[in-house]
């Protein structure tokens, strides 16, 4: 359970939201109702790019995406005069329980807050059910104890439910008001809203644009503990809500005792046509008033039910951190309650889900790149929809393809109902890698599931359909006799208009090379003979001495990169999902250190939001220099799934080392020595099977679940670095050692234990300087600044090279000690850092391996040392704090 007792209102960072898959709506500090974040002045706070709209909370259901001519920021000058894009539309918010006493105070979103006595908030990541607690006293009135209970239902998937429980300390009387406000149906049209029976009302919109498809929201009421009185049944417009044309309301006036509680339930039913077709009307109405009949700790013992299998099924577990484990299981949670559960759907999953307009609810490489792997590992039937989405929308991308001339199929930079090339939706110059990740997600499930049923039907088309326009796309150099790419834009954001860009590059040979041509033999199909000469003669951008890949041709050394690309250059607050990548390729290739934790720790700890550990995008959410949103005038998407979703591929891809291949699975566990207890990633899905893979500091078990689910088909898994594969069969485990990078260290600081006292720069941890990697560094606030590092137990020490990072500090102290309370021993005062390695204009632009700046300290004596005392004064570059890259004990 997550919580605050901090009543912070007005304030998206801090506000929780409930979602089931098919549908979901964000929730105020206050715990219900509609509300559009203000700045100090009274102005609207805008959300991310394309449409600069208000920050406000945000709900709506799967697919509901709108048509309209274009978006306020765009990428295509030449798509923007087509027009026909395609952003998500709001619905009526319909958590609104309103309260308002006989003096005309009314508790609602925007309340004032020095009325709010009282005040907890709790979001469970376990269930998603979110619980406000709060007492509030309005000014000469007695104190109202409220506390609302909010949930999308995880079976019934087209109800959302909303208790509140009143207490009061004397004897008054209220208006009950239940409100379905369109103030949050966000660029959607109007249908049509009515009453029904009694203690119903109901209301419809269309998205902009689309005249075929309708959300119909439907609510009803019930009370407990007291006879309300019906105030009016027609409110159209209740006073001081919104005056939206879709707003509908019913209220009642409560006599309300001092000593009693009274509880009201609303059961809302929310269903589109999308889903649902010409009933969906009859099926919003009949899910609220089925769930009406029934006794509400039922309906919760279904939905909790339902939440506690899906852990049971699958669950990432870090014992003993407490930190991390929030982190892992909110990301995991927030991730899944996005995607579908009980009903089939082809919409993929939004930047920022079904509860936020960030992005305008657009399709990115995000889905299938960042959320789709960890998911996919771990509950593939819930992943599939991102796969079906690019399914769905193969027809459109052929007719992209055919108008830029290309044969196969192009899929847009962005996407919503249509995936039509749009202003936002590039098909030409721009990031064509999207279509090789989408191709491999599909060959990634194909391995996972070996059906071939589904490759032939879905998936090959895709994969045959962008193989084709990559064929088509690359040009053969006529003096190389090289195939490039030209004009491109890569994951690395300032990387735009391009030549052979190497993500781009290495994925077309992964494509033509291995996975469309051996889905291609599967299925009996003929295999073009270009692919392979392709495959065989793509350009890769080099460095002049061949021995460094450039991330496009003509790159710079100088290059500042936006994100995924090279670590040493990427920008410290860039999108969260960058770090992510760098700890799996730590975790995987890291010879000696432990610099996977580094990044691991720069993955998240930034970018969590709490009270609910959501992701922003970006490490800081406020305008800066230092933010690589706001240089383009954009504000960060939140939350960012996307930030999560590359964040739980370390637990599935990176400490498990797990690589799907077409006969068997690959595994090599490693871990680095900060997580002591291990990790446990339960529930990994292989061909029918169920593993859970436990990691430890010595051995590591991959355990295959005996269960009546089980397919029994032959599992073949491979360990480590070697070609050595075993079978698992159902009951069954494999012990194997875990990988310890950080023992092969000959630093015999290495990976041990650093404290400072000193304020260091975002992301720029004191225990980088043990981690083994050159790229991670120590960076202080402050001008002078000291770490003590505890090598674990007292060594024989000659020496310490320190190794700085891009700013070295005009001098250094150096201390030792054997025993914790004892001072120092100076070694070192003052001493004067010089340059080895100096900064050289004319060879800033050189790709090459730099040289570090290295002071050399070796003693006059060996000496026994348990503890090391650094402090760094100064910096060599005016106006920053020093960096320090390693600290080499010898």
Same mark, same amino acid.
């Given at each position: 359970m997550l919580c605050t007792d901090s009543f912070l209102p007005n304030h998206y960072q801090t506000a929780p939201y409930v979602s089931n898959g098919y549908f979901g709506q964000t929730l105020p500090s206050e715990g219900m109702g509609y509300w559009v974040q203000r700045g100090e002045n009274g102005?609207?706070?805008?959300?991310s790019w394309p449409l600069d709209q208000p920050r406000a909370t945000f709900g709506t259901v799967s697919g509901f995406w709108n048509l309209q001519e274009n978006t306020t920021h765009f990428a295509s000058p030449e798509n923007l005069r087509r027009g026909g894009e395609s952003v998500i539309s709001g619905i009526p918010d319909w958590t609104g329980l309103l309260l308002t006493t006989a003096d005309g105070n009314i508790y609602r979103p925007g309340v004032d807050s020095s009325t709010v006595r009282r005040y907890r908030q709790c979001m469970s990541a376990q269930n998603g059910i979110v619980q406000t607690n709060v007492t509030w006293q309005p000014p000469s009135n007695t104190a109202f104890h409220l506390n609302y209970t909010i949930l999308a239902h995880r079976t019934r998937a087209t109800l959302g439910l909303v208790r509140l429980d009143i207490a009061v300390h004397d004897d008054?009387?209220?208006?009950?008001?239940?409100?379905?406000?369109?103030?949050g149906a966000v660029r959607s049209e109007f249908e049509s809203k009515g009453f029904d029976r009694g203690d119903s009302i109901w209301t419809s919109v269309k998205p902009y644009g689309i005249s075929n498809v309708t959300a119909h929201i439907f609510s009803t009421i019930r009370f407990d503990g007291v006879n309300?009185?019906?105030?009016?049944?027609?409110?159209?417009?209740?006073?001081?809500?919104?005056?939206?044309?879709?707003?509908?309301?019913?209220?009642?006036?409560?006599?309300?005792?001092?000593?009693?509680?009274?509880?009201?339930?609303?059961?809302?039913?929310?269903?589109?046509?999308?889903?649902?077709?010409?009933?969906?009307?009859l099926i919003a109405r009949s899910s609220a008033l089925q769930a009406r009949s029934i006794p509400w700790n039922l309906l919760l013992r279904e939905h909790t039910n339902a939440w506690d299998q899906t852990w049971n099924d699958s669950d990432i577990i870090i014992p003993e951190n407490v930190e991390l484990q929030r982190a892992a299981r909110a990301s995991l949670f927030q991730i899944l309650t996005n995607l579908p559960n009980t009903i089939e759907l082809a919409n993929s999953i939004h930047v920022g889900g079904l509860t936020s307009d960030s992005y305008a609810g657009l399709v990115f490489w995000d889905a299938d790149t960042w959320i789709y792997p960890a998911i996919q590992a771990l509950?593939?039937?819930?992943?599939? %929809?991102?796969? !079906? +989405?690019?399914?769905? @929308? =193969? $027809?459109?991308?052929?007719d992209n393809a055919k108008l830029y001339g290309y044969a196969g199929a192009l899929y847009p930079w962005t996407s919503g109902r249509f995936g039509n090339c749009t202003g936002t939706g590039m098909c030409k110059d721009y990031q064509y890698h999207l279509n090789t990740d989408i191709a491999q997600s599909l060959w990634?499930?194909?391995?996972?599931?070996?059906?071939?049923?589904?490759?032939?039907?879905?998936?090959?088309?895709?994969?045959?359909?962008?193989?084709?326009?990559?064929?088509?796309y690359v040009k053969k150099?006529? %003096?190389?006799? !090289? +195939?490039?790419?030209? @004009? =491109? $834009?890569?994951?690395?954001?300032?990387?735009?208009?391009?030549?052979?860009?190497?993500?781009?590059?290495?994925?077309?040979?992964q494509l033509l090379g291995e996975w469309a041509p051996t889905a291609a033999r599967l299925l009996n199909q003929s295999v073009p003979k270009n692919w392979s000469q392709i495959v065989q003669n793509i350009e890769m951008p080099l460095n002049d001495q061949k021995d460094i890949t450039l991330g496009f041709t003509g790159m710079p050394g100088d290059w500042v990169v936006k994100q995924a690309s090279y670590s040493a250059t990427t920008t410290p607050g860039g999108p969260a999902m960058t770090w992510s990548v760098f700890a799996i390729s730590e975790a995987q290739i890291e010879t000696q250190g432990c610099a996977a934790y580094t990044y691991l720790l720069r993955s998240y700890e930034p970018y969590i939001r709490k009270p609910f550990y959501q992701f922003s995008e970006t490490a800081l959410d406020s305008m800066s220099e230092d933010n690589p949103a706001f240089p383009f005038g954009f504000n960060p998407a939140f939350p960012f799934l996307t930030g999560a979703g590359g964040f739980l591929q370390i637990f599935t891809h990176g400490?498990?080392?797990?690589?799907?291949?077409?006969?068997?699975?690959?595994?090599?566990?490693?871990?680095?020595?900060?997580?002591?207890?291990?990790?446990?990633?339960?529930?990994?899905?292989?061909?029918?099977?169920?593993?859970?893979?436990?990691?430890s500091l010595n051995d590591s078990v991959i355990s295959r679940r005996l269960s009546a689910e089980d397919s029994n088909e032959r599992v073949l898994i491979q360990i480590g670095k070697s070609d050595q594969t075993l079978e698992l069969l159902p009951g069954q485990s494999i012990t194997l050692p875990t990988r310890r990078p950080d023992l092969k260290s000959k630093n015999l600081a290495a990976c041990t234990s650093v404290s400072s006292t000193s304020e260091f720069v975002s992301q720029m941890y004191p225990l980088s300087m043990v981690d083994g990697s050159n790229s991670t560094y120590w960076q202080p606030t402050d001008t002078v600044a000291s770490v003590i590092i505890d090598l674990g137990q007292p060594q024989n020490v000659s020496g310490v090279n320190l190794i700085w990072g891009p700013n070295p500090p005009r001098s250094f102290d150096l201390g030792i000690k054997v025993i914790?309370?004892?001072?120092?021993?100076?070694?070192?005062?003052?001493?004067?850092?010089?340059?080895?390695?100096?900064?050289?204009?004319?060879?800033?632009?050189?790709?090459?391996?730099?040289q570090p700046n290295i002071t050399i300290n070796r003693f006059e004596n060996v000496y026994p040392v348990r503890y090391i005392n650094l402090t760094v004064k100064g910096s060599w570059a005016a106006g920053q704090s020093a960096t320090v890259a390693e600290l080499d004990v010898f």
């Open positions: 102005s609207f706070t805008n959300n008054t009387t209220v208006q009950v008001t239940d409100l379905l406000d369109g103030a309300p009185d019906p105030i009016s049944t027609k409110i159209g417009n209740p006073p001081r809500v919104s005056t939206n044309a879709s707003t509908i309301a019913q209220q009642w006036k409560v006599d309300l005792k001092r000593g009693d509680q009274v509880t009201i339930y609303k059961f809302v039913g929310i269903a589109s046509s999308d889903a649902f077709g010409q009933s969906a009307s509950h593939p039937q819930s992943a599939v %929809t991102i796969l !079906k +989405y690019r399914s769905r @929308l =193969l $027809g459109q991308a052929i990634n499930y194909f391995l996972q599931s070996n059906n071939l049923t589904w490759l032939a039907e879905t998936a090959y088309p895709v994969i045959k359909g962008v193989a084709d326009m990559f064929a088509a150099n006529q %003096t190389t006799g !090289k +195939y490039e790419t030209i @004009l =491109l $834009g890569e994951p690395d954001e300032f990387a735009y208009f391009k030549d052979n860009g190497a993500f781009t590059n290495a994925g077309i040979a400490l498990t080392g797990m690589r799907l291949h077409s006969e068997y699975l690959h595994f090599d566990p490693v871990l680095p020595p900060q997580l002591p207890h291990g990790v446990v990633v339960k529930g990994l899905k292989w061909r029918g099977a169920t593993l859970d893979v436990t990691i914790e309370n004892n001072d120092f021993i100076r070694l070192s005062t003052d001493g004067a850092v010089s340059i080895s390695s100096p900064y050289r204009p004319k060879e800033a632009e050189l790709v090459r391996i730099r």
